[in-house]
């Protein structure tokens, strides 16, 4: 059967065809042999024919088609008039060499023509890419590599213009930034705590939040000058005069160490520096707010901004999430748990990401899985409401919380009934052995 070659390359559309097939077969270490050999590989495979681009915006509508596996009228147009004639009703003697299974598909169900995509035609091909200049004689010197360049520059531009997940990539890297920026805060606000406890070491019982703790800390400055000024200003950021007085007290009498200027200076500007990625982690979480409500308002109303966030920043993107069926997202997030269970023959995990829900919280030991089902049934629901849906509201999400509250609710019910008839159980059995005992 004779056999030819489909290149696409920057410039046209090449046919070639294949030589020596009844020599060599499909013996790829052959044409491996060869390739390296324009002389040797020329005789293998012959040019056709070969349309070439009529404009750049004609390529880049071609390679588009073609990235997406679908055979334009251009290409078809091309093929009918280049392949042998194929009488209807009869199979045709030859088959097409393809790059993509996908775009074979495509030339097979539309033209019966049959197409083959393996290791044999892909080595054919890389011999073509390697020799392409050689097989065409009015190309002038560089204007291949220029027109590769040109044309993957316009492919590029516009694939990332009409990406459609670019909204969901801002919402992957801030969620990424966020989880960050907090274990930072985390440890600042411990480096903070520990090093200003060495001067204050009241202040730790006193407030309990880092953010409070390093204003407080920056207006205290040196304990030993507290006073009663300083209750405005500590009342300002505590929001009780109670404890603004309390910590003015501990300070007057607290036994932490004296610190030199130098050090209190190094100290005011480690508690700013944290009390500035706070204030970047608010603004940071209000972008977030803003970015979800517009993607996927429903799935933020229904498990909360950061629980839908790390769900499609886990998935890749809102589509991968939508097309996720609702026991894949019910687990999502507990890659570990799961391979250990398959591994192991235990029991698989219950629930993933969406255990940070307080839905799962809110529900007994027991019920945990039965709720952590319910959640990403909804939750999958949502994600698809979003992702195909024309509406940019939350009613759906709002709805859909409604239902897992009253779900949670009759769960609750349920519980108190059964506990009811254990209860009546254990007071009939006790009766029943009091009335054997008198017996």
């Given at each position: 059967?004779?056999?030819?070659?489909?290149y696409e390359s920057s410039s046209g559309y090449a046919l070639f065809d294949v030589h020596g097939l009844e020599e060599i077969?499909?013996?790829?270490?052959?044409?491996?042999?060869?390739?390296?050999?324009?002389?040797?590989?020329?005789?293998?495979?012959?040019?056709?024919?070969?349309?070439?681009?009529?404009?750049?915006?004609?390529?880049?509508?071609?390679?588009?088609?073609?990235?997406?596996?679908?055979?334009?009228?251009?290409?078809?147009?091309?093929?009918?008039?280049?392949l042998p004639k194929v009488k209807e009703g009869v199979a045709p003697k030859f088959s097409l060499g393809v790059s993509d299974?996908?775009?074979?598909?495509?030339?097979?169900?539309?033209?019966?023509?049959?197409?083959?995509?393996?290791?044999?035609?892909?080595?054919?091909?890389?011999?073509?890419?390697?020799?392409?200049?050689?097989?065409?004689?009015?190309?002038?010197?560089?204007?291949?590599?220029?027109?590769?360049?040109?044309?993957?520059?316009?492919?590029?531009?516009?694939?990332?213009?009409?990406?459609?997940?670019?909204?969901?990539?801002?919402?992957?890297?801030?969620?990424?930034?966020?989880?960050?920026?907090?274990?930072?805060?985390?440890?600042?606000?411990?480096?903070?705590?520990?090093?200003?406890?060495?001067?204050?070491?009241?202040?730790?019982?006193?407030?309990?939040?880092?953010?409070?703790?390093?204003?407080?800390?920056?207006?205290?400055?040196?304990?030993?000058?507290?006073?009663?000024?300083?209750?405005?200003?500590?009342?300002?950021?505590?929001?009780?005069?109670?404890?603004?007085?309390?910590?003015?007290?501990?300070?007057?009498?607290?036994?932490?160490?004296?610190?030199?200027?130098?050090?209190?200076?190094?100290?005011?500007?480690?508690?700013?520096?944290?009390?500035?990625?706070?204030?970047?982690?608010?603004?940071?979480?209000?972008?977030?707010?803003?970015?979800?409500?517009?993607?996927?308002?429903?799935?933020?109303?229904?498990?909360?901004?950061?629980?839908?966030?790390?769900?499609?920043?886990?998935?890749?993107?809102?589509?991968?999430?939508?097309?996720?069926?609702?026991?894949?997202?019910?687990?999502?997030?507990?890659?570990?748990?799961?391979?250990?269970?398959?591994?192991?023959?235990?029991?698989?995990?219950?629930?993933?990401?969406?255990?940070?829900?307080?839905?799962?919280?809110?529900?007994?030991?027991?019920?945990?899985?039965?709720?952590?089902?319910?959640?990403?049934?909804?939750?999958?629901?949502?994600?698809?409401?979003?992702?195909?849906?024309?509406?940019?509201?939350?009613?759906?999400?709002?709805?859909?919380?409604?239902?897992?509250?009253?779900?949670?609710?009759?769960?609750?019910?349920?519980?108190?009934?059964?506990?009811?008839?254990?209860?009546?159980?254990?007071?009939?059995?006790?009766?029943?052995?009091?009335?054997?005992?008198?017996?």
């Open positions: 059967m004779a056999m030819y070659v489909l077969g499909q013996n790829t270490e052959s044409v491996q042999s060869s390739v390296s050999d324009f002389s040797r590989f020329g005789q293998i495979v012959k040019l056709t024919a070969f349309h070439p681009w009529q404009t750049a915006l004609d390529a880049q509508n071609q390679v588009n088609a073609i990235s997406e596996g679908f055979m334009s009228d251009e290409l078809r147009s091309f093929l009918e008039l280049n299974p996908k775009l074979g598909s495509c030339i097979s169900e539309a033209t019966k023509i049959h197409c083959q995509s393996n290791e044999f035609v892909h080595e054919l091909l890389r011999g073509v890419r390697q020799h392409f200049d050689s097989f065409i004689n009015d190309f002038k010197p560089n204007s291949l590599e220029k027109a590769q360049h040109g044309l993957a520059q316009s492919y590029s531009k516009a694939k990332v213009k009409s990406n459609d997940s670019l909204e969901d990539h801002m919402v992957i890297h801030s969620i990424g930034l966020l989880d960050t920026v907090d274990k930072k805060i985390n440890t600042f606000g411990m480096s903070t705590r520990e090093w200003y406890s060495w001067h204050f070491p009241e202040l730790v019982n006193i407030v309990n939040d880092n953010y409070m703790y390093a204003q407080v800390s920056k207006i205290i400055e040196d304990k030993s000058k507290l006073s009663e000024e300083h209750v405005p200003m500590l009342t300002k950021v505590l929001g009780d005069e109670d404890k603004a007085r309390e910590v003015v007290k501990a300070g007057q009498i607290s036994m932490g160490q004296g610190l030199g200027p130098l050090d209190l200076i190094n100290v005011q500007t480690f508690a700013q520096k944290l009390i500035e990625l706070m204030d970047y982690r608010k603004q940071l979480y209000d972008y977030l707010v803003v970015k979800m409500n517009n993607i996927a308002p429903n799935l933020a109303a229904l498990i909360g901004v950061m629980v839908a966030a790390r769900l499609i920043s886990h998935a890749g993107s809102l589509r991968n999430l939508a097309m996720y069926p609702s026991s894949t997202l019910q687990i999502l997030g507990a890659d570990k748990a799961l391979l250990r269970a398959l591994r192991t023959g235990g029991n698989g995990p219950k629930h993933g990401l969406i255990f940070d829900s307080s839905f799962i919280s809110r529900a007994s030991a027991k019920n945990k899985g039965r709720i952590a089902r319910y959640l990403a049934n909804k939750c999958s629901i949502a994600a698809r409401v979003d992702y195909f849906g024309d509406s940019s509201g939350s009613d759906f999400g709002e709805k859909l919380r409604e239902e897992i509250e009253e779900r949670l609710e009759s769960y609750v019910i349920m519980e108190e009934v059964l506990d009811g008839f254990e209860e009546n159980d254990e007071e009939i059995v006790d009766t029943s052995e009091e009335e054997i005992d008198e017996e």
